[in-house]
């Protein structure tokens, strides 16, 4: 028999998730899950931060790359504090990272709870995967950026719901993983990335500032990745950016 038009017809993309912070690795891991063939859902989390700007830049980020939705979701980690980037009383780091520290960046339990949110949402819309910008070798200080961390919860993926219990939950990807600052330049920059678009600096403003932690060690990646025009300000005046990884926040 001749096949029929409902065997003929295309079949729509996988779709995933994908956690979108707006800042650099998470718009890159976003642009992978592209490139991977997946329609993608851009989730981003309004926590409490000290600025929406990088929200702003994950709605710009979302048009630009052509996600088939964005959507925003409001949790307050900033109302018990614990973060120099919930508590704009809290000094924000500008010196090279202490790498026998966890850094005051670190927000208590925030990659457990947007990962959840995402599994919810996977779950409820029958998404194969969750991208996430998450980074070992640039935040090894943060407990919930490790290779342990992802595998945990991975398995609690598998426990946790229908999906799971099935055999389907979504699978947790992590392409940058094990990626240096300057190589997860480099791979934006092959995907197409419009890296002007994102926003790494902890402080708000119409420009990075150049000055914290994370501005310098992205814009020291930037110019290794010999894209010094892409850095502030300051990175391009020559301020020194540290070579150490960038501790910017990884949702997304």
């Not at 912070?21 to 992978?32: P, V």
């Not at 949790?75 to 790498?99: C, F, N, Q």
């Not at 600052?181 to 197409?192: E, F, N, P, S, T």
Request: charged share 25%; proline share 10%; hydrophobic share 40%.
């Amino acid at each position: 028999m001749p096949p029929s038009d409902l065997d003929t017809a295309p079949r729509p993309a996988p779709l995933a998730i994908v956690l979108l912070s707006g800042g650099l690795d998470s718009a890159t891991a976003a642009a992978q899950a592209l490139a991977d063939g997946y329609r993608v859902i851009g989730l981003s989390f309004d926590y409490g931060q000290r600025h929406a700007r990088e929200l702003e830049a994950a709605r710009e980020l979302a048009t630009a790359l052509g996600l088939a939705e964005q959507h925003r979701v409001a949790v307050d980690l900033a109302r018990w504090g614990g973060s120099a980037l919930t508590d704009p009383r809290a000094d924000l780091p500008e010196g090279a990272p202490d790498p026998d520290r966890i850094p005051s960046t670190y927000v208590p339990g925030r990659n457990t709870v947007f990962i959840a949110i995402a599994l919810s949402l996977a779950e409820a819309r029958g998404a194969e995967a969750i991208y996430l910008g998450i980074n070992a070798v640039d935040y090894s200080g943060y407990p919930d950026c490790r290779p342990d961390y992802l595998a945990a919860f991975q398995r609690l993926a598998e426990l946790s719901s229908k999906a799971g219990r099935e055999g389907r939950a979504p699978r947790l990807v992590a392409p940058l993983i094990l990626d240096g600052k300057a190589d997860i330049v480099r791979r934006a920059l092959a995907l197409g990335l419009p890296i002007e678009r994102t926003w790494s600096c902890y402080r708000g403003g119409a420009e990075p500032c150049g000055r914290c932690e994370s501005c310098r060690i992205r814009d020291a990646a930037l110019i290794e990745a010999g894209r010094p025009d892409l850095a502030s300000a300051l990175g391009r005046a020559g301020g020194r950016p540290d070579p150490r990884p960038d501790p910017d926040p990884p949702e997304a």
